[in-house]
């Protein structure tokens, strides 16, 4: 690209977080990634940037910010809740002009398929104590982005990738592959952070499938799977008795438990459960 700017162009980051004096702050997740080439890594398992609106969800210092705009992102759109970040952030606003825009706020505010053009593709170093909350939000309406592309604590990944008949395989696994192909990427070291979490981190690509798995509402397929995985000790016949669902009439075993049944079964389920309650 003529005229982008380069890495060296810019300050480095120790510095920029010096000067806006960006000490980390537990409650809202930070855990910075300086590491120039590990945010490049990122950047590039995302796929196509280069006619892509890119959301990414908590800049911070802004580290993969600037790798997503270096690997030539048409356009990033990144959303900060923290005030002090945004100064840091804005930095970037002169050498990637007209590529580059920022909005401070909570993201769980935020409309994030609203933020640009198709196709968009979500990259984020996710804040770890509102990343399940926010990857649900996106899966509501998953067909609005062409992949997302997201650092998790290593157990949220796991669940994410889960088989059946696994310990991680739960509600997040199910809802997740109902909705989209899901590749783990590769792990990153806890001290790749500053500060370094207590936990390894993991990022994991997310693709929509073009349609579900299998037909279901998003509200019934959360309600059985939160029914049958919350007593996921028990047999189905127990954990779902109050749903009052025909399990053998759907050629569901009900003396399975909820870690047994593949995704398609669950949406059978969610679908039984929607044609009971009108
Ligand atoms: N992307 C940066 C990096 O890789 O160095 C920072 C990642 S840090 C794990 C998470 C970031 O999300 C922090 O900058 C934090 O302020 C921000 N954050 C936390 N909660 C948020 C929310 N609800 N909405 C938007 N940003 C949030």
Not at 134 to 163: G, H, I, Y
Request: with cysteine; glycine share 6%; hydrophobic share 45%.
């Amino acid at each position: 690209m003529t005229g982008a700017p380069t890495a060296a162009a810019l300050p480095p980051l120790r510095e920029v977080i010096a000067r806006h004096d960006l000490i980390a702050r537990h409650s809202l997740g930070q855990h910075f990634l300086l590491d120039a080439n590990l945010c490049r890594r990122i950047a590039l398992t995302a796929g196509d940037l280069g006619e892509s609106t890119v959301i990414e969800i908590g800049p911070g210092p802004g580290g993969l910010t600037r790798a997503l705009l270096l690997a030539g992102a048409r356009r990033v759109v990144a959303i900060e809740k923290d005030a002090r970040c945004i100064a840091a952030l804005q930095e970037l606003a002169g050498p990637f002009a007209g590529r580059f825009e920022l909005i401070e706020g909570d993201a769980l505010e935020v409309d994030v398929a609203g933020l640009g053009p198709p196709p968009r593709r979500i990259v984020a170093n996710l804040p770890y104590n509102v990343a399940t909350p926010l990857l649900l939000q996106w899966l509501r309406q998953a067909q609005a982005f062409e992949s997302l592309t997201l650092m998790f604590q290593k157990e949220v990944a796991d669940r994410l990738l889960a088989t059946p008949r696994t310990k991680a395989y739960g509600r997040l696994s199910v809802i997740t592959q109902w909705l989209c192909e899901v590749r783990p990427a590769f792990t990153v070291d806890r001290r790749a952070f500053t500060p370094p979490p207590k936990v390894t981190s993991s990022v994991v690509v997310l693709t929509p499938r073009p349609q579900p798995l299998a037909p279901a509402s998003f509200k019934a397929l959360e309600a059985v799977t939160a029914a049958a995985f919350g007593q996921r000790r028990k047999m189905l016949r127990a954990s779902l008795r109050r749903l009052d669902l025909d399990l053998a009439g759907l050629g569901i075993d009900p003396s399975a438990r909820a870690e047994e049944l593949e995704v398609p079964a669950f949406c059978a389920l969610a679908r039984a459960l929607e044609e009971k309650s009108g």
